[in-house]
């Protein structure tokens, strides 16, 4: 659930009045998600998406992810477009948070993507950086090496309660990661949470990518490697070679992978496995039980994890 913050139909009225969308007609809150809170709007102009966000999110860091939409957009890429009020900002406050509201995409995620759909994530992945290499704002990666650090020492000691032995393993993934992390790639805006939640379908048609609240800027190759982790593993944690294959030719055939990146996939998807399984670890040991933040499984990245460790040539991933 991820509604944390409730509006009322007479404080949203008066926030819409900054902006030129027409009548409120209905709202509703969404349920998906898991970060801040989003309501769907229709307005006499028609469908919006507001959200409200909430502590999780840096303040300073919004004009950079809604103004990366807004020029990644006019660059053509589809994904929503944050709506300016009348003072020509694109956020304001309601109910106490700091509040945007964007255009609504059309579509559903796939819960159950194929080969088709990953050929068209790695296309738009691809799209996506060659659109924001010219973004003038940046952003650092909080979640690189030094910030994985921090969420495995709030969660070492406790480790071992998700699987005994835990604790170990990983503090040997960080000491073989602190000393092959590729120094050197091409870099630009990643998206950096490129999920099946993260990117609507119509049929096999790709209609948007949306959710740009881990964006920064780090090395493509990185943003490629989450892909192949979120995109193309079973629900067995076998990893689809013909997805693989899909994802990383549609992700070539806009944007061709330098050498060194091609050789650097084991070691950042490893780095990328890690990363999900730290988040994911981190909120599994503090955040309560029946708490509004959805919980997920920490293992799922682990089995990944342990996947990458075995890789012995880029190939193995699909790689041409
Ligand atoms: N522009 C949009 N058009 C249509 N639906 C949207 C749009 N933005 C968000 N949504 C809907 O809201 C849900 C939550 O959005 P989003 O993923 O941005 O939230 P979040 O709290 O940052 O979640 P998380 O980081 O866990 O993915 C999406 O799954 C989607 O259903
Ligand atoms: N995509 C993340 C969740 C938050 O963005 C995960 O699956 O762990």
């Keep these: 659930m991820a509604v944390y913050t409730d509006v009322s139909e007479s404080e949203l009225e008066a926030f819409l009045a900054e902006y030129s969308v027409g009548r409120l007609l209905s709202y509703k809150g969404i349920a998906e998600g898991s970060e801040n809170s989003n309501f769907l709007l229709h307005t006499t102009s028609g469908a919006y998406i507001l959200t409200l966000y909430e502590k999780r999110v840096d303040k300073s860091d919004l004009p950079f992810f809604l103004g990366l939409m807004e020029h990644l957009a006019r660059k053509g890429i589809s994904c929503p477009l944050p709506v300016h009020r009348s003072d020509g900002s694109v956020t304001g406050t309601l109910a106490g948070r700091t509040a945007a509201l964007i255009t609504f995409l059309e579509g559903m995620w796939m819960r159950r993507p194929t080969a088709a759909h990953c050929r068209e994530v790695g296309k738009a992945l691809a799209g996506m950086h060659l659109a924001g290499a010219d ?25 071992d309660e998700v699987e005994p032995g835990l604790a170990a393993e990983v503090d040997a993934d960080f000491a073989e990661l602190g000393e092959k992390w590729p120094k050197d790639l091409p870099a630009g805006v990643i998206h950096a949470d490129l999920f099946p939640d993260n990117v609507f ?64 996939l084991p070691i950042l998807a490893r780095g990328s496995a890690l990363r999900f399984m730290l988040t994911r670890l981190y909120d599994w040991l503090t955040i309560p039980d029946g708490a509004l933040v959805q919980k997920r499984d920490p293992m799922e990245y682990i089995r990944r994890l342990r996947f990458h460790r075995r890789i012995k040539s880029p190939s193995e991933y699909g790689l041409r």
């Design 201 to 264: 379908f119509l049929g096999e048609k790709l209609s948007g990518l949306i959710d740009f609240y881990f964006a920064c800027n780090d090395f493509y190759a990185y943003d490629v490697a989450t892909c192949l982790n979120a995109w193309c593993f079973e629900k067995d944690f076998s990893f689809n070679l013909t997805k693989g294959t899909a994802l990383l030719a549609g992700y070539q055939s806009v944007r061709p992978l330098t050498s060194a990146e091609k050789e650097a």
């Design 135 to 159: 973004f003038p704002l940046s952003r650092p990666n909080a979640l690189q090496i030094d910030g994985w650090r921090k969420l495995w020492d709030g969660s070492h000691a406790r480790a």
